[in-house]
């Protein structure tokens, strides 16, 4: 557990405000967003399920009979209203959140191969929750704000004084369940999402840690 960051940490990239963009953002912002968008496309083609909130998109749509692409935008849309109670500010990021992270999720989609055996499925699974944490924590040091998803659980994370490892595992266990209700589909790689995305992000977000202070030293 030492291994995990418990926070955000401070890095020489970090905005002075959420609209505040600089060059030295750009890598860690849309490289960061396109790397998670690449992940959820991961866990897409494992066919072993989706993310949590993919799968409560698939549960709207079959209710709704509308896109899942507009179900997804529709949840984003009420997840920033639970912003305004929670006193959290949107940005550059926010935007950039929904507008790269669906480009790569279906440009991955297009272009990676399904894949086909047990193998390959567990590369795709385990692969996914990596890099989705690894764009987290990237995008997230920016301070250019977070997208919906993040933005809620940083704001708990702050309100209840909870570690965001915990914070993020109740919020996509809640949305899991809540989506399979709907009738949305579940598999191994879904469930193996919600419990382990809150452990890479608090991972990465250490690796991160670290790395700014080796080069604080230097």
């Not at 494992?46 to 749509?61: C, E, K, L, R, Y």
């Not at 949107?90 to 193998?119: E, K, M, R, S």
């Not at 191994?188 to 977000?205: C, D, K, P, V």
């Amino acid at each position: 557990m030492s291994a995990l960051s418990h926070k955000i940490p401070i890095t020489p990239w970090r905005a002075t405000s959420t609209w505040s963009f600089r060059p030295p953002m750009f890598l860690p912002l849309v490289g960061g967003l396109a790397i998670f968008g690449f992940g959820e496309g991961l866990l897409v083609q494992s066919h072993w399920g989706a993310t949590p909130w993919t799968v409560f998109a698939q549960g709207i749509t079959k209710h709704t009979h509308m896109s899942i692409g507009w179900a997804t935008l529709l949840i984003s849309a009420c997840v920033l209203l639970l912003w305004f109670p929670l006193r959290e500010k949107p940005g550059l990021g926010t935007i950039a959140n929904l507008l790269v992270i669906a480009y790569a999720l279906d440009l991955t989609a297009a272009h990676l191969p399904v894949a086909t055996n047990w193998i390959m499925k567990t590369l795709y699974m385990v692969g996914a929750i990596m890099v989705i944490g690894i764009g987290s924590s990237l995008y997230l040091t920016t301070g250019l704000g977070p997208g919906p998803r993040d933005g809620l659980m940083m704001s708990l994370h702050r309100k209840l004084g909870v570690s965001i490892v915990y914070v993020r595992i109740s919020i996509e266990a809640t949305v899991l369940t809540i989506g399979w209700l709907l009738g949305g589909t579940v598999g191994i790689g879904t469930a193996a999402f919600a419990i382990g995305i809150g452990f890479s992000i608090g991972f990465w977000l250490g690796v991160m840690e670290r790395i700014v202070k080796l080069t604080h030293h230097d």
